[in-house]
């Protein structure tokens, strides 16, 4: 067991940390290039991924779950499901390029001006590339495989953020610098896992489906694209309605950086169930009491210990914002990202409520848990905007999100489910508790001395060290 720990442990940083080299590298390069950048660079670049990340849901099709069910299901056969997957989502990148060339003509040619030609060519090539991620992933964390993943993605994120600083800093090209190592990540992630991917393992895309497989596909995948266009509106939306209510450029990049630290936040949550993945999918698969009983430590200490952690990312903000800035304009959006980060906090009880969900194939059962939130979200921001600007936004995602953690409560059967490991309607409503009361502790607390905040910091520790010691009690 302390082997099967420990292997737990280093996989879960070895996913946090090594694959997101290319973030953390960005973050220290930032004191080098943001000098070079104006208010207006983040809003255009801001806006930018907003659309780019829609269009990634029409790529994805839902496929992530047709790939990780087909591992468990057709152990034998799996490979020839992932490349017939594969070959669909590289012809629905082709399908999005040519929707992204004619949104971007329509709303941001006067912003991109004589960029845009370039723009287009780069993200269409980060299009057509961008579907083996989906691959790499599923591949390496259900074979329980993170150090290969890692270092990959580390010495690619690495490359990509020498180039980027070099864009920016020396060729003072601006926004296009980011825009520039899009494309650059994709074609060093197809290099860098070719052969292991295409010539050892054998997956690549087909391009020949059978009828059956592509009614298969589409009745998993469609029902999810409500979820993941739902996601999206979570994660972005809220700077394109800045832009349709004619918030300034500069506003929309004052509020897209302190946004965009702020979910990094995701970099903890995602990093951590790629690393519980197989073992949570084959706990939730079995009724023997070893698997039932991981499976309530799961659900009670993932999401608390996350929360935590993000709780001193918070409290942290202002400090790292002082260290990572030279415009005292940006400095000053770390509050943005205190509310982002802690909006974060609810994205693990979520990620439980869909497992159970996705391994019995119910993908539109996982979309209205998002297609709520969503609609808060846009109903909220298009109702709040114009009266408090985007200090509305803020306070909509927050409320969208925990919507977005607990709507999987809705859902009699999966809380009946669930309710077999612990009552997990009281489990909700005490860590609604804690998320609220961290971020208070935290926003109070934004502007404290070192001392205190060292303090707040120990104790947390102390509480974390506290509940994985006395997990065997749970």
């Known amino acids: 067991m302390n082997n099967s720990h420990n292997k737990l442990l280093v996989d879960t940083l070895?996913?946090?940390?090594?694959?997101?080299?290319?973030?953390?590298?960005?973050?220290?390069?930032?004191?080098?290039?943001?000098?070079?950048?104006?208010?207006?660079?983040?809003?255009?670049?801001?806006?930018?991924?907003?659309?780019?990340?829609?269009?990634q849901v029409l790529i994805?099709?839902?496929?992530?779950?047709?790939?990780?069910?087909?591992?468990?299901?057709?152990?034998?056969?799996?490979?020839?499901?992932?490349?017939?997957?594969?070959?669909?989502?590289?012809?629905?990148?082709?399908?999005?390029?040519?929707?992204?060339?004619?949104?971007?003509?329509?709303?941001?040619?006067?912003?991109?001006?004589?960029?845009?030609?370039?723009?287009?060519?780069?993200?269409?090539?980060?299009?057509?590339?961008?579907?083996?991620?989906?691959?790499?992933?599923n591949f390496y964390s259900l074979r329980e495989q993170s150090i290969p993943y890692a270092i990959?993605?580390?010495?690619?994120?690495?490359?990509?953020?020498?180039?980027?600083?070099?864009?920016?800093?020396?060729?003072?090209?601006g926004y296009m610098g980011w825009v520039f190592s899009l494309p650059l990540t994709a074609i060093l992630t197809h290099l860098y896992f070719f052969k292991r991917i295409y010539l050892v393992e054998k997956i690549y895309p087909q391009f020949k489906f059978k009828n059956r497989f592509l009614v298969q596909?589409?009745?998993?995948?469609?029902?999810?694209?409500?979820?993941?266009?739902?996601?999206?509106?979570?994660?972005?939306?809220?700077?394109?309605?800045?832009?349709?209510?004619?918030?300034?450029?500069?506003?929309?990049?004052?509020?897209?950086?302190?946004?965009?630290?702020?979910?990094?936040?995701?970099?903890?949550?995602?990093?951590?169930?790629?690393?519980?993945?197989k073992k949570i999918q084959n706990g939730f698969r079995g009724d023997d009491y070893h698997k039932l009983l991981f499976i309530r430590k799961s659900i009670i200490i993932i999401p608390i210990l996350i929360s935590l952690i993000l709780f001193l990312g918070s409290l942290w903000c202002r400090e790292a914002f002082l260290i990572l800035f030279k415009n005292p304009e940006l400095q000053k959006s770390y509050p943005i990202s205190i509310v982002v980060l802690s909006s974060y906090m609810f994205w693990s009880v979520y990620s439980f409520f869909t497992y159970p969900l996705s391994i019995k194939n119910k993908s539109f059962s996982i979309s209205k848990i998002t297609i709520l939130a969503a609609t808060i979200n846009i109903i909220g921001n298009i109702i709040l905007i114009?009266?408090?600007?985007?200090?509305?936004?803020?306070?909509?995602?927050?409320?969208?999100?925990?919507?977005?953690?607990?709507?999987?409560?809705?859902?009699?059967?999966?809380?009946?489910?669930?309710?077999?490991?612990?009552?997990?309607?009281?489990?909700c409503f005490a860590m609604l508790i804690l998320n609220v009361v961290l971020l208070l502790i935290a926003y109070l607390f934004k502007d404290a001395s070192i001392i205190i905040k060292t303090v707040l910091t120990l104790s947390t520790l102390a509480v974390a060290f506290f509940i994985v010691k006395h997990a065997k009690y749970l």
């Not at 994805?60 to 499901?81: D, P, T, W």
């Not at 990959?152 to 090209?173: C, D």
């Not at 612990?422 to 489990?427: P, S």
């Open 14 to 55: 070895v996913y946090i940390i090594l694959p997101k080299m290319s973030f953390i590298a960005s973050l220290l390069i930032l004191p080098w290039i943001s000098p070079f950048l104006t208010l207006n660079d983040y809003g255009i670049y801001g806006l930018l991924i907003s659309y780019i990340s829609v269009f």
């Open 60 to 137: 994805g099709l839902g496929q992530v779950i047709l790939l990780q069910n087909s591992f468990f299901s057709m152990a034998r056969n799996y490979k020839l499901v992932w490349r017939r997957s594969f070959g669909l989502m590289m012809l629905f990148s082709l399908i999005s390029i040519l929707f992204f060339i004619i949104i971007v003509k329509c709303t941001l040619a006067d912003r991109l001006s004589d960029n845009i030609e370039i723009v287009i060519v780069l993200i269409s090539i980060y299009f057509i590339l961008s579907p083996i991620d989906s691959i790499i992933i």
């Open 152 to 173: 990959g993605m580390g010495i690619i994120g690495l490359t990509t953020t020498i180039i980027t600083l070099v864009t920016i800093r020396y060729f003072r090209l």
């Open 217 to 277: 596909s589409l009745k998993i995948g469609l029902p999810l694209s409500p979820h993941q266009i739902s996601l999206y509106i979570l994660g972005v939306s809220d700077r394109l309605l800045l832009e349709y209510f004619r918030i300034p450029t500069t506003i929309i990049g004052f509020y897209s950086q302190g946004y965009s630290i702020g979910s990094q936040g995701s970099i903890l949550v995602n990093g951590v169930f790629q690393a519980f993945a």
């Open 386 to 427: 114009p009266f408090y600007g985007y200090w509305a936004s803020l306070g909509v995602t927050y409320f969208s999100y925990i919507v977005f953690g607990f709507a999987g409560l809705l859902n009699n059967e999966n809380r009946r489910f669930l309710n077999k490991y612990l009552n997990i309607t009281k489990f």
